[in-house]
């Protein structure tokens, strides 16, 4: 038997070396066959065979009588393009360095993050470009891409001071953000809910989002509020939308806090109106009904201005000790809290590992004390004082999940952090985003068809942020793929106990090299670093 497979090798070389004028004796790297291929555009699935050279797709059909160094029966398996998640914390530094090799994304089937959403974008220590050139050489598990950081920036030239920027610190601001762009920057990322972005008006933003249009960038928004003023927020992406003539993307969009439960059909029909009126509105979202954040997220923003010292130093006064946390108290009954102290998990807690997976309601207990509101607010005043603290917050309903994930707009991205077994507690997200729309959402609750659902997670995002050659099967772009089984895919990770993968996954494919084989995951730098290119294409708008 192996005889005979190894004379067929040998002739078919032969008519390969003849026709390729002796460039090479076997003319594919590798062939995956048999299996059902969905290529990414919502058309439903074909049974066919993918050709593989280097690290590029170069043919898609019948390929059962050619020749290649490695064939693979992907009989009964689906075959999609490497899933792409536009909001990825390739954040903090030291994180990302540890993580490189992105173990816990290349497990969803993820081949290409984008990091640096929120605002966070790349540490300033470096440069963009430096920052960049650092991580290729560190190697990386799959393809990154960043965004610039509006958080970051602000924070560079202005610190944590709450106050508009003057004229000269404004235009620092807009050649930090255009040179981000000139050196591979896929857009700009506000927090307008975080330190120091929550200090930036509208005409901030504005300003900078007209130098990442005009190179071809996107705009990725936290916005304002999530909660019972998230109306206003969205009012005010639009019009960032309208005035920069930036395609917007109201990222791991949620309404969230008891009062908005139930509230997504309001948000979704601002979108579409939007989108009706010619503004390139976007939305993403993460399949889950908590969300994970800082603990400070319950304090007031102003209470924070200027940094930790300066927040100390308001509670040793009575008066604004009083109203800070009068506020904590209206966030926990209206916003993020979901009214219930157990709504509030604790994650990472460094001054107090133990805690970590506890709720603000069982430390209260642990300290003897009733809880009550009000002791919740004193604590979680005690947490930040601390050193504060990373929390997940049970705070939608799930059928306001389910509508935003149906909606035409919307996209997968998992919000989540780079995650290694035994590192904190993080958000299941970071685990199993992807495999629990897949498995949850399509299989179980049939909200999707699977070729919707992989869309959204693939040529969906490589459209909108303008990722080339990725996020579809096709002839000529590069061999991102991931074969799973539709029957069984499903994610494991729950709040409970995060750090599990998912199942389903057999493998994946970074570039043309296998990362994950037969279920292995294969510890490879097969990633490269992505830096957009500036469309020739790109109408310069005025800037004035
Ligand atoms: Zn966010």
Same mark, same amino acid.
């Given at each position: 038997m192996k005889l005979k497979i190894n004379l067929k090798k040998i002739s078919l070389g032969f008519i390969t070396l003849l026709l390729v004028n002796c460039q090479n004796s076997i003319p594919f790297d590798l062939i995956i066959k048999n299996g059902l291929v969905y290529d990414g555009t919502q058309n439903p699935p074909q049974r066919q065979d993918i050709a593989i050279k280097a690290d590029k797709i170069v043919g898609l059909g019948n390929f059962s009588e050619a020749d290649a160094l490695q064939i693979l029966d992907a009989a009964g398996a689906a075959v999609a393009p490497g899933f792409i998640d536009t909001h990825t914390h390739l954040d903090p530094l030291d994180n990302l360095l540890a993580l490189s090799n992105s173990e816990s994304q290349l497990r969803q089937g993820v081949t290409t993050s984008i990091g640096g959403p929120d605002g966070?974008?790349?540490?300033?220590?470096?440069?963009?470009?430096?920052?960049?050139?650092?991580?290729?050489?560190?190697?990386?598990?799959?393809?990154?891409?960043?965004?610039?950081? *509006?958080?970051?920036?602000?924070?560079?030239?202005?610190?944590?001071?709450?106050?508009?920027?003057?004229?000269?610190?404004?235009?620092?601001?807009?050649?930090?953000?255009?040179?981000?762009?000139?050196?591979?920057?896929?857009? @700009?990322?506000?927090? @307008?809910?975080?330190?120091?972005?929550?200090?930036?008006?509208?005409?901030?933003?504005?300003?900078?989002?007209?130098?990442?249009?005009?190179?071809?960038?996107?705009?990725?928004?936290?916005?304002?509020?999530?909660?019972?003023?998230?109306?206003?927020?969205?009012?005010?992406?639009?019009?960032?939308?309208?005035?920069?003539?930036?395609?917007?993307? @109201?990222?791991?969009?949620?309404?969230?806090?008891?009062?908005?439960?139930?509230?997504?059909?309001?948000?979704?029909?601002?979108?579409?109106?939007?989108?009706?009126?010619?503004?390139?509105?976007?939305?993403?979202?993460?399949?889950?009904?908590?969300? *994970?954040?800082?603990?400070?997220?319950?304090?007031?923003?102003?209470?924070?201005?200027?940094?930790?010292?300066?927040?100390?130093?308001?509670?040793?006064?009575?008066?604004?000790?009083?109203?800070?946390?009068?506020?904590?108290?209206?966030?926990?009954?209206?916003?993020?809290?979901?009214?219930?102290?157990?709504?509030?998990?604790?994650?990472?807690?460094?001054w107090q590992p133990d805690l970590e997976g506890k709720t603000l309601k069982e430390w209260i207990v642990m300290e003897g004390k009733k809880p009550t509101i009000e002791n919740g607010a004193e604590y979680v005043i005690k947490g930040q004082r601390n050193g504060g603290a990373s929390c997940i917050y049970h705070a939608m309903e799930e059928k306001d999940v389910e509508k935003i994930m149906q909606h035409p707009l919307t996209m997968i991205a998992s919000d989540g952090r780079l995650s290694s077994p035994g590192i904190g507690h993080p958000h299941p997200r970071a685990y199993g985003t992807f495999p629990r729309v897949l498995g949850k959402y399509v299989r179980e609750k049939k909200l999707l068809s699977l070729q919707e659902a992989i869309y959204k997670m693939t040529l969906f995002p490589a459209k909108t942020y303008g990722i080339e050659n990725r996020g579809q099967l096709k002839k000529g772009l590069k061999a991102d793929l991931v074969i799973f089984d539709p029957n069984t895919i499903i994610d494991k990770a729950t709040f409970i106990q995060p750090h599990q993968y998912p199942v389903g996954i057999s493998h994946v494919l970074v570039n043309g090299k296998w990362s994950i084989k037969n279920g292995e995951f294969l510890n490879k730098m097969n990633g490269v670093v992505l830096r957009k290119t500036i469309p020739s294409t790109t109408t310069i708008v005025d800037v004035n």
């Open positions: 966070r974008g790349v540490p300033l220590q470096y440069g963009f470009a430096a920052f960049l050139d650092t991580l290729s050489q560190v190697g990386v598990g799959i393809n990154m891409g960043f965004m610039a950081g *509006h958080n970051k920036i602000r924070k560079k030239i202005m610190q944590l001071e709450n106050r508009a920027p003057t004229k000269k610190e404004l235009d620092r601001m807009i050649a930090m953000a255009d040179q981000a762009m000139d050196e591979g920057a896929f857009g @700009l990322s506000t927090g @307008l809910k975080y330190l120091p972005g929550n200090f930036a008006k509208i005409d901030e933003v504005i300003a900078l989002s007209r130098v990442v249009a005009n190179k071809g960038g996107v705009y990725s928004t936290h916005l304002r509020d999530e909660g019972i003023a998230i109306m206003p927020a969205i009012e005010e992406t639009i019009e960032i939308g309208k005035k920069a003539n930036i395609p917007i993307i @109201l990222t791991h969009h949620k309404v969230i806090g008891k009062p908005m439960w139930g509230k997504s059909y309001v948000t979704l029909a601002r979108v579409d109106k939007a989108r009706n009126d010619g503004v390139n509105i976007l939305l993403d979202q993460y399949p889950y009904a908590a969300s *994970h954040t800082g603990l400070s997220v319950l304090i007031p923003a102003w209470a924070r201005a200027g940094g930790q010292e300066k927040f100390i130093e308001r509670l040793s006064n009575p008066e604004s000790y009083a109203k800070i946390k009068a506020e904590i108290i209206f966030n926990i009954l209206n916003d993020r809290g979901g009214e219930d102290l157990n709504r509030i998990q604790f994650a990472r807690v460094k």
